[in-house]
C-alpha cells in the first residue's frame, strides 16, 4: 500500500502480559517515529529511528518499551509485563529524511490492557 | 526536557467565526510543523513552516512562524463546519537528533 500501516488495529491483552505492535512505513522512507496518544492529549513521543538505529529513545516511558528496526523498514514496538496505564492508541509515522519532512501516519494501534 | 505549549485545549464557534490556535516551544525550533486529526482519525501534515517571521497561507488558514522560532500560530478565517477537528503544532528542536515534539493539540467544534 501507499501509507503507513499498522497492525495490529485493536488489540486487547491481560495485565502482565507481552505485546508487540507492527508498523510498515511507506518504502524508502528512512525515519521512522513511534508515538503513543492518549485519549484528548497530543501524541506523545516515545522513540525515533533514522534507518535502522534509534536516533532517539527518550520518550520510551521505562525499560518495559523497546522498539527495533532491524532492517531499516518495518518497526516493532515490544512492551512487556503490560500495565494498565499503557492502554493508549500507539502511532507511528515515517518521514522520508529525518529534517524537514512532512511525517506521514499510520492510523494506530488501540491497546486496551484489562 | 523541550516542551511544546499549545493554546487554547478547546475552541468552540459560529460557523463563519474566525478562529486562532498558538504554540509556544520553551527551546528554539528548527522547524515547526501543523498537522490536523479529524475524530477517530489519524494527524494530517498542513503544513511546514521553516525561517524566522514566516507566513503561509493555504485558502483561509494562516500559519506564521515567530521571529525567535520559538512560537507559532494557526487562524482560520470564516470557519467551516469541515474545519472542525483537533490542530496539533509540532516542533523540532534544533539539538540532538531533532525529535518531532507535539503540542498538546487545540480541538475544534463548530455550530453550524
Known amino acids: 500500500g501507499a501509507g503507513v500501516s499498522q497492525t495490529p488495529s485493536n488489540k486487547v491483552t491481560e495485565k502482565g502480559k507481552y505485546v508487540e505492535l507492527r508498523c510498515d512505513p511507506i518504502?524508502?522512507?528512512?525515519?521512522l517515529y513511534w508515538y503513543r496518544q492518549s485519549l484528548g492529549q497530543g501524541p506523545e513521543f516515545l522513540i525515533y529511528f533514522q534507518g535502522t538505529g534509534a536516533a532517539d529513545d527518550s520518550g520510551l516511558p521505562n525499560d518495559r518499551f523497546f522498539a527495533v528496526r532491524p532492517e531499516g523498514s518495518v518497526s516493532t514496538l515490544k512492551i512487556q509485563r503490560t500495565e494498565r496505564g499503557d492502554s493508549a492508541v500507539y502511532l507511528c509515522?515515517?518521514?522520508?529524511?529525518?529534517?524537514?519532512?512532512?511525517?506521514?501516519f499510520g492510523q494506530g494501534t488501540r491497546l486496551t490492557v484489562v | 526536557g523541550q516542551q511544546v505549549m499549545q493554546i487554547p485545549q478547546y475552541q468552540h464557534v459560529q460557523e463563519g467565526e474566525d478562529f486562532t490556535t498558538y504554540c509556544n516551544s520553551s527551546?528554539?525550533?528548527?522547524?515547526i510543523q501543523w498537522y490536523k486529526q479529524r475524530p477517530g482519525g489519524h494527524p494530517v501534515f498542513l503544513i511546514q513552516l521553516v525561517k524566522s517571521g514566516e507566513v503561509k497561507k493555504q485558502k483561509r488558514l494562516t500559519f506564521q512562524f515567530g521571529e525567535a522560532k520559538k512560537n507559532s500560530s494557526l487562524h482560520i478565517t470564516a470557519t467551516q463546519t469541515t474545519d472542525v477537528g483537533t490542530y496539533f503544532c509540532a516542533g523540532r528542536i534544533i539539538q540532538g537528533a531533532q525529535k518531532l515534539v507535539f503540542g498538546q493539540g487545540t480541538r475544534l467544534t463548530i455550530n453550524p
Open positions: 509515522a515515517s518521514s522520508l529524511i529525518y529534517q524537514g519532512t512532512e511525517a506521514f
Open positions: 527551546t528554539t525550533l528548527s522547524n
Open positions: 518504502s524508502g522512507h528512512t525515519a
